[in-house]
């Protein structure tokens, strides 16, 4: 998986779980969700971290591996994940938990100082090589500065996808944005 903006012609859905994913306030989600999806494997053990009260990724990655979910906002319980009541920068888990870390736009609603303590507790509760799942809001957040904050956290990072052609954006929120992924590894 490289870098990069998601394009129209990337795999999307209309649906996950129960919740209809409508194209105008749940834009970018019908394109994260099985960008995401398809990262996982039976042996995963992972963190949706900040997943939102109803975000149906957590459900959907249930079905397929462990899944462990925190956010600072109460989420209703669920016996296809384990819910933690906590910030994502300060995980309550052990080091050295996850396989995997998703944290599915998200950064770009933080402040520096918070996204550069995410960071570091993202890499503090990954297992050696194991991978970072970011997608984030392009140009709310800063793509050489988020690289710049992984990179200084300790993550292996690829080169920033420039490409934007055919790139999916949306203007739902009053000016046109557009949806980035990226893959950090531990």
């Known amino acids: 998986m490289s870098d990069g903006f998601f394009k129209w012609s990337d795999e999307q859905i209309n649906e996950l779980h129960t919740t209809v994913l409508d194209p105008g306030f749940w834009w970018s989600r019908r394109f994260e969700y099985p960008w995401a999806l398809s990262a996982l494997s039976s042996k995963d053990v992972i963190l949706d971290a900040a997943c939102g009260t109803y975000h149906p990724f957590k459900f959907s990655a249930g079905g397929i591996c462990k899944v462990h979910a925190c956010d600072v906002d109460s989420v209703l319980p669920d016996e296809r994940y384990e819910f933690t009541h906590a910030s994502i920068t300060a995980l309550p888990y052990q080091d050295k938990t996850f396989t995997k870390v998703f944290c599915i736009s998200v950064l770009e609603h933080l402040v520096l100082s918070d996204i550069t303590q995410a960071a570091k507790e993202f890499k503090r509760v990954l297992k050696p090589n194991g991978k970072l799942y970011l997608t984030v809001d392009y140009p709310t957040c800063d793509l050489p500065g988020l690289y710049q904050v992984l990179k200084d956290a300790g993550f292996k990072v690829g080169a920033i996808g420039e490409d934007m052609e055919g790139a999916v ?18």
């Open 169 to 186: 954006s949306s203007t739902y929120f009053g000016r046109e944005l557009y949806c980035y992924h990226l893959v950090a590894t531990a």
